[in-house]
T-cell receptor, first 113, second 112 residues
């Protein structure tokens, strides 16, 4: 039972353009969402997060949007850079259950120069 | 500022052998997590600790797997006996309550 789904295994984008990575979840109890980036042979690195009381959070080139009614969130990267090429994981949690995260399967982003 | 430190980075061993993976969390973090990443199942949580106490071990696949956290700065994940299907990358992560998890660079385990 996949509670967090990233339906696009990969995405290819031209340098300078926008990258949009999508994530869907099924558990309406989730109240906090995170995005992680992972390079080969390294651990996932925290990128940006959003609470369910918000619908948008921005940090530099990265913006996360949350649509609670659709149980959908997305990560926008503008402008995309070759160094953004990595695997991106969406994760979710129910705060009452402490810090336990449920991860999606990941999306491979390739930014072409 | 040291991050989460895992050792060894790579482990190759024969099936039936005992494997011990080690993790040093970030100082001051009160949560510690063990994950396994495979192509088939992605990143799955095995067990997590709060203040050195195991809270949820529902992800531990079998009795062959065990994890301990004897103090706030050290944890081990042990597999005994190991099997080829245990081959994966194992990650350790730590966090403050309510904060994002910080991951180590993982241990790539190959069981022959």
């Amino acid at each position: 039972d996949q509670q967090v789904k990233q339906n696009s295994p990969s995405l290819s984008v031209q340098e300078g353009r926008i990258s949009i990575l999508n994530c869907d979840y099924t558990n309406s109890m989730f109240d906090y969402f995170l995005w992680y980036k992972k390079y080969p042979a390294e651990g996932p690195t925290f990128l940006i997060s959003i609470s369910s009381i918000k619908d948008k959070n921005e940090d530099g080139r990265f913006t996360v949007f949350l649509n609670k009614s659709a149980k959908h969130l997305s990560l926008h990267i503008v402008p995309s850079q070759p160094g953004d090429s990595a695997v991106y994981f969406c994760a979710a949690k129910k705060s009452e259950y402490g810090n336990k995260l449920v991860f999606g399967a990941g999306t491979i982003l390739r930014v072409k120069s | 500022d040291a991050g989460v430190i895992q050792s060894p980075r790579h482990e190759v061993t024969e099936m039936g052998q005992e494997v011990t993976l080690r993790c040093k969390p970030i100082s001051g973090h009160d949560y510690l997590f063990w994950y396994r990443q495979t192509m088939m199942r992605g990143l799955e949580l095995l067990i997590y600790f709060n203040n050195n106490v195991p809270i949820d071990d529902s992800g531990m696949p079998e009795d062959r797997f065990s994890a301990k956290m004897p103090n706030a700065s050290f944890s081990t994940l042990k597999i005994q006996p190991s099997e080829p299907r245990d081959s994966a990358v194992y990650f350790c992560a730590s966090s403050f309550i309510g904060g994002p998890q910080h991951f180590g660079d993982g241990t790539r385990l190959s069981i022959l």
